[in-house]
């Protein structure tokens, strides 16, 4: 049988775009595969997960010598000040876990 593939996602940082609406946690794959449409619940919380990544985006920020990639999420399907805030904590660890195909 196959399990949900599952991937952990350390976090580096955030920024929004608010012209697009858009807020982009920028971290690192620690473990596993990383694909749009994955969904995201933090590691040390218990609780339903986030909405699925829509978007997942290679960056290169001037704070960092190699390219980090970037989880993009549409600013208005986070469903809480406490989610946004969990997943924007530096050092947290993200579990990626693919949606039920079907």
């Known amino acids: ?6 991937a952990k996602f ?9 012209s697009h609406n858009l807020f982009v946690v920028v971290g690192d794959v620690i ?4 694909k749009p449409g994955a969904l995201v619940s933090v590691e ?6 986030e909405p699925a990544i829509p ?4 960056v290169e920020a001037s ?5 980090c990639l970037a989880l993009v999420f549409s600013a208005d399907k986070l469903t ?3 989610q946004a805030q969990a997943l924007s904590a530096a050092n947290e660890t993200l579990l990626l876990s693919a949606a039920g195909a079907g």
């Open 31 to 34: 473990e596993g595969d990383l």
């Open 10 to 18: 350390i976090t580096i940082g955030n920024f929004t775009v608010p």
């Open 55 to 58: 978007g997942v985006e290679l």
């Open 1 to 6: 049988m196959n399990h949900p593939m599952q």
């Open 44 to 49: 040390a919380e218990s609780g339903s997960p």
């Open 80 to 82: 809480s000040l406490a």
């Open 63 to 67: 704070f960092r010598s190699q390219p």
